[in-house]
């Protein structure tokens, strides 16, 4: 039913499980993935759904907004999901899973549906269509990105991620860290980690010690002076940091009513205020070397990190300029965006794209109109960050409870607090699914 096959665009996670939806709603689809005739330098098979970095799909308790992302995408009716759970080897508490059987599944299920063909050839244009969904990745092919890149404007399609790590707030130590703008400009906007001149020192020769993570041979190129790594600035010189992005001036700590040597600025990143981003510090330090030095920063020590520092190849969409909140181009509304394209971070937040991907393109083809998933939960938290954040400097951002409304009128501890957003989440979910399936009827996604 509903015309000709719609086409999607790449066979990683969000491409199948944006087919997997569409055809759960009784759509044909034309499944397009390149690999093997074609492949990218970080795969190494043919299989759908290659998972090219890690066999963990990360925590599984609801104390962790990505578990509560799993459980919400598991009980919608998952392919990504379903494959995981019927793959996952101990882990603790995370959720890993036996890479090749995970993949296999998911190839065996789409080559086996009914109403999704399997397209082994890359695509190099759009193909017609309406809608079609595109879910080409991080490496997306060249061909195919010019081609994006001309309908988003050059300017609104990013080819190197500069990430910079993002700090719990209730984590920052605020009897040491001040908030203040340089000479008092634009208001009280950022908080300041204020360092005398043996902490900064101290700080520069960490960095310069500190274990870093080698590029793989399809992410080295040369970085843009703007957004050069904080470890490569130090490098240059002990004071290039300090009259760089840590330079005090116009900035005076209340506590001592004097300038610091050196400060590092953190700016809000999130609506709730509940984030903080670390101002030019994108990095390649690795994780567990960024958590040791950044907490020696005075106010820092007992950081928690949302979110670490990358720089890597990745070829993402500057989602709040480009995308309607149903995941369209603005420009052009029968092209829908799914994955790692749209400036999501990770394998469970890519999926979960895929999924609402799915759902917004099948309702196009009906003619129907369906509710968003509820800012509450994790997925419309993911999505909602897609369409609302600051279209300057968007970065790639993995599903965290910072990015959810706050509970109202409830003050707890932050496991406690987490839970009970957790609770909210699936309590709204459940009211939302069967509308959604409803919107979509005959054909919805239980049928």
Known sequence: ???????????????????????????????????????????????????????????????????????????????????????????????????????????????????????????????????????????????????????????????????????????????IVFRASRYGKGGDDYLNVPLDRDRYLAFVAALLAAEKVAPRDFEKAVHFEGCLPIEELAARGEMTLAFGPMKPVGLRDPRTGKEPFAVVQLRQDDRHATLYNL?????????????????????????????????????????????????????????????????????VESAACGFLAGLFAAARRLGREIPPPPPTTALGALLAHLATASSRGFQPMNITYGLFPPLEGRKCKRADRRLAMAERALADLQEWWPAMIQALAPAGPCA
């Open 1 to 175: 039913m509903g015309g000709s096959p719609i086409p999607v665009i790449g066979g990683g996670l969000a491409g199948c499980e944006a087919a997997w939806q569409l055809a759960r709603c009784g759509l044909a689809v034309d499944l397009f993935e390149m690999r093997p005739q074609r492949m990218t330098p970080a795969h190494h098979g043919g299989d759908l759904g290659e998972l090219v970095c890690s066999n963990s799909l990360r925590g599984a308790g609801m104390n962790n907004a990505v578990g509560l992302l799993k459980e919400e995408l598991r009980r919608c009716g998952s392919l990504f999901m379903s494959a995981a759970d019927a793959h996952a080897v101990p882990a603790g508490g995370a959720l890993a899973v036996d890479r090749d059987g995970f993949a296999g599944h998911l190839t065996a299920a789409i080559e086996s549906h009914a109403l999704i063909a399997l397209h082994r050839k890359e695509v190099t244009d759009l193909p017609d269509g309406d809608p079609v969904v595109i879910a080409s990745g991080p490496l997306t092919a060249d061909r195919l990105a010019r081609r994006i890149a001309e309908l988003t404007g050059e300017e609104h399609l990013y080819f190197y991620d500069a990430i910079a790590p993002i700090v719990e707030a209730e984590s920052i130590d605020r009897n």
């Open 279 to 347: 101002v030019g510090f994108q990095t390649k330090l690795t994780w567990p070397e960024q958590r040791r030095i950044f907490r020696t920063l005075p106010g820092l020590e007992q950081a928690r990190f949302a979110r670490l520092g990358s720089m890597h190849r990745n070829t993402f969409l500057n989602a709040p300029a480009c995308l309607t909140p149903a995941l369209q181009l603005k420009t052009n509304r029968h092209l829908f965006f799914a994955g790692q394209i749209t400036g999501v971070e990770g394998y």
